[in-house]
């Protein structure tokens, strides 16, 4: 194990690990923004919304990950003759893949909440999306935590497959300095470790909000 390698190589690997973060943060916030809303359309009596919603999940946990990042950086540009910009590939198409599962996790999560607290907090003569906003979603939110904490680490994991449209991101700079090095071993094992760190500091954040809400009840 070439230790100095790693030395020299950890300032370069770090910043890819923030371009990482920032993609995951992005894509999290996307996901669970567009998550909700087709959370919500898959539980409207609506049929057309709902129908709407299922297709859009159907879809998109039916299909690769990679071949849904090639689709927005490769496939959407050339039909609408735009440019994109290859981080911003990476952060839409990791925002759209993770809103399906979110959705799905949040539509288990309403569903689990029940029903009688609805027709309760309506009786008080709430409106019916105030009862979902202040009454529903609250406590589902609590109910989905570790689901949505896997959902996100697999997501933070996934990011690697940015490398693949050379995005510099964690894995693309430890491929960089593999390439010039050809110290293959020690820039994956570094890489790993801090993949392991990344996911252990967002377990531990999810386990304190557990815990905090917990108290809060």
Known sequence: ??????????????????RTIEITVLAVAIGIALGTVLGLARLSRVTWIAAAAEVYIEVIRGTPLLVQLFMVFYGIPQVLQIHMNEFVAGVVAFGLNSAAYVAEIIRAGIQSIDRGQTEAALSLGLPPLSVMRYVILPQAFKRILPPLVNEF??????????ATISVVELTRAAQLITARTFKA???LTTISVIYLVMTLSLSRVARALER??????
């Open 1 to 18: 194990m070439d230790f100095g390698i790693i030395r020299s190589s950890l300032p370069f690997l770090l910043q890819g690990a923030v």
């Open 153 to 162: 680490t697999s997501l933070l994991k996934n990011s690697s497959l940015v």
């Open 212 to 217: 905090r809400w917990r108290v809060s009840d």
């Open 185 to 187: 071993f020690e820039m």
